[in-house]
């Protein structure tokens, strides 16, 4: 089971938006509802903030946001405060052989 | 208050084996399916494997099929990884987490596996 694909990196200035997509295929993004995003700072666990495509979880702030179209997922992130620099991850799951699959990681800088 | 705790980890030579343990407390154990994620130094995640609540259903991800076994105990409220035939990219650290359908809830803070001679 391959990657789903990230960009390495994006940024934006505190207050801008930023979106981070999210590609796989037709047999796990594209086949199933089952897109979550995940946060993670250094050394730390990585944390929920999505969960099926667009849901967030409590106490995730509304400047988190997410879509699908076809085999694409998107994490978009609203009013960028210093504290969402993180790295981000996408994950999908592929079926009931295959399970689960993340994708390759974005490194999201506050400008 | 969810709480997963890893332990097991450590250094290990390139052939042998080590167990990590996932305790779990704060929920309904046994109600739940578990997975372990990896994260090898400065890379991205990997999923490694889950299991059913009840442990009926195991499922590996291709590169350790065959090395490693999932297992728990509910009655420990435990969730463990045995890895077998361990290789130096098996080096990472190891998180287990809990799923709630097919979304990975809550994380523990994971446990590192080196292995090198």
């Known amino acids: 089971q391959s990657a789903l694909t990230q960009p390495p990196s994006a940024s934006g200035s505190p207050g801008q938006s930023v979106t981070i997509s999210c590609t796989g295929t037709?047999?796990?993004?594209?086949?199933?509802?089952?897109v979550s995003w995940y946060q993670q700072h250094p050394g730390k666990a990585p944390k929920l903030m999505i969960y099926?495509?667009?849901k967030r979880p409590s106490g995730v702030p509304d400047r988190f946001s997410g879509s699908k179209s076809d085999n694409t997922a998107s994490l978009t992130v609203s009013g960028l405060q210093a504290e969402d620099e993180a790295d981000y991850y996408c994950s999908s799951y592929a079926g009931t052989n295959n399970a689960y699959v993340f994708g390759t990681g974005t490194k999201v800088t506050v400008l | 208050e969810v709480q997963l705790v890893e332990s097991g980890g450590g250094l290990v030579q390139p052939g042998g084996s080590l167990r990590l343990s996932c305790a779990a407390s704060g929920f309904t154990f046994s109600s739940y399916w578990m997975h372990w994620v990896r994260q090898a130094p400065g890379k991205g995640l990997v999923w490694v494997s889950h299991i059913a609540n009840d442990g009926s259903t195991t499922v590996y991800a291709d590169s350790v099929k065959g090395r490693f076994t999932v297992s728990r105990d509910n009655a420990k409220n435990t969730l463990y990884l045995r890895m077998n035939s361990l290789r130096a990219e098996d080096t990472a650290v190891y998180y287990c987490?809990?799923?709630?359908?097919?979304?990975?809830?809550?994380w523990g803070q994971g446990a590192l596996v080196t292995v090198s001679s």
């Open positions: 987490a809990r799923a709630e359908g097919s979304t990975l809830e809550y």
């Open positions: 099926e495509v667009s």
């Open positions: 037709s047999s796990d993004v594209g086949g199933y509802n089952y």
